[in-house]
């Protein structure tokens, strides 16, 4: 069975209009993950994004 999702760079709070930049990982995920954030029960809109897929073993 895969870990639970990590996240990389939150904060307990943060400002309007300020800047949230988060690192989602997920391991041994088959198939791949699908994540998504949101915010005050709402589905976050992605401005900018990157997905990187990661073959770990031999």
């Known amino acids: ?3 639970a999702p990590t ?5 307990s709070s943060y400002r309007v209009g300020e800047m949230l930049n988060v690192t989602c990982t997920a391991y041994d995920s088959r198939p791949p993950a699908r994540l998504t954030f949101f915010m005050n029960r709402e589905p976050v809109t992605v401005s900018i994004h990157e997905v990187s897929l990661i073959l770990l073993g031999f």
């Not at 996240?7 to 904060?11: K, N, W």
């Open 1 to 3: 069975m895969p870990d």
């Open 7 to 11: 996240l990389a760079g939150l904060r």
